[in-house]
């Protein structure tokens, strides 16, 4: 048996689940500052983390779940977690997780993630942003929280968090969300909101690359690339430089085609501040054509990028950008009812959400091809597969 490998811990259990536990949870939640005052704390605070992180891998969808996770399965935490005075109440759980810095549990979060990602070649990174209807509450006044995340869709994890403030928007938040992630030699995609000068001149300096969303929020170089490709096209594009692409799919009784025209931007004369966006490169149009069975519809999109003018793989880098909406922000809402949650107090509902963001991550890694909703129900009734889902993690970091 081990001995002594964390602060409140014990270890009875046989040595690959000691081993498991020790890298996983208890190395990277033992050392969070306690924002609990005084000396009476019936229950140590890695207890209530280790407790909550796999109450929420398990099914628990707040705070009363996971008490009843705890007590359900008390006779088998108590293996190897120290809870002397027995499974906290759901008051206790909520108080804590409102009162805890969310910094101090981004930087565990962070550090977990990071000995996941180090060995791993992280091409496409998401930017985007969503919100948790439920945390509104009028009477209080209290605006519904809104974060963004980086999304890596190659290997389906939520790489960072950040809160936007109350009074803010996600153009502030972003450059922060940036200075939590390695994207050294990554491919950043973001959508209008993120298009800024400051965000791309952050992301080259950091010597990654770019492709950003162009709407109205810049409405001359919106409109001057519009007016440049639909001209380009009237003259079927005789004498200009560029790379196309063209890709057909079929689903759910749909059927799609996208285009891409991918243009050098020395095609494009006197570009609209075309020098204060550092590292451009090349001006994207993407014209996506949805054929239903009663209608047919025509969108058409444009970006900027840093990348070189390869229709192609903007067509793969644009494409891959929605998978955080498909496979993070649907996941959340409809697997861990994120928008049903009624949690407000303090910290509450932001610390929620890293810890489901950190369960999404550690299911997607357990191998198997079950749904995650499956993986869910499976880990709550068989504590052997928690912790295969908790050993996929610690196998690569």
Sequence with gaps: MAKGFGKGVMTDLEEPEVEILRKSVIKHFQDLEDPRVGSRKAHSLVAIITIAILAILSGAEGFVGIETYGKAKQEWLETFVEIPNGIPSHDTFGRVLSQLEPEELNHSFLDWIGSITEKLNLELIHVDGKTAKGSYDRESKLKALHSVSAWSSEHGLVL?????QSKSNEITAVPLL??????????VTLDAMGTQREIAQQIKQGQGDYVLALKGNHPRLNQQVKTWFKQAQAQHWQGIDYSYNRTTESGHHRLETRE???VPVNQLP?????SQWLGLTTVVMVCTHRQLWNKTTTEVRFYISSLEADAQWHNQVIRSHWSIENSLHWVLDVTFKEDASRVRQGHGAENLGLLRRLSVNLLKREPSKQSLKMKRYRAGIDNSFLMKILSASVAES
Excluded: D, P, T
Excluded at 178 to 187: H, M, Q, S
Excluded at 270 to 274: D, P, T
């Design 270 to 274: 006197s570009l609209h501040r075309q």
């Design 260 to 262: 891409v025209w991918a």
């Design 160 to 164: 960072a968090q950040q809160k936007v």
């Design 178 to 187: 940036l200075k939590l992630v390695n994207f050294k030699g990554a491919v």
